[in-house]
């Protein structure tokens, strides 16, 4: 049996937008299987390019990657432990949080998210790491 906790601690402010706390700052995690997802794109199953200049499309499609890599180890969105986001528009991923919250929400991982110049195709948007907890 996996023992999950999320800490808030008091010495640390959390992080709300839209009304939404967007992660954990600290999540424990005993015994358990670890499942590494690599960077998620959003791609569909064919391999082309999702929602082209949208945002929400693409976060959308690469939470729905997620939920497959997942399933694919056994683990499910409730299992995530850590997320790590990579945008090339912060201000614009974060008008979609909502869609980001279907995914993330339930688990309510730590979560890094950063704004880079360009990711591997000048139409990505988003790209998101994962790592998750399951029962051995």
């Not at 999540?27 to 391999?47: C, D, E, H, W, Y």
């Not at 997620?66 to 912060?90: E, H, V």
């Amino acid at each position: 049996m996996v023992k999950r906790e999320n800490i808030f601690p008091d010495a640390l402010s959390k992080r709300v937008v839209g009304g939404h706390v967007l992660y954990a700052p600290v999540v424990t995690v005993v015994p358990g299987k670890l499942v590494f997802i690599s960077g998620l794109l959003a791609r569909n199953q064919a391999g082309e390019i999702v929602g082209k200049g949208d945002m929400a499309r693409q976060i959308r499609q690469v939470g729905e990657n997620l939920k497959a890599a997942l399933a694919a180890a056994g683990a499910s969105l409730a299992d995530l432990a850590r997320t790590q986001t990579f945008t090339t528009d912060i201000d614009d991923f974060f008008r979609h949080v909502d869609v980001r919250m279907e995914y993330f929400g339930p688990a309510l991982p730590t979560s890094t998210t950063v704004e880079v110049r360009r990711l591997s195709h000048p139409d990505f948007l988003v790209e998101v790491e994962a790592i998750a907890v399951i029962p051995n």
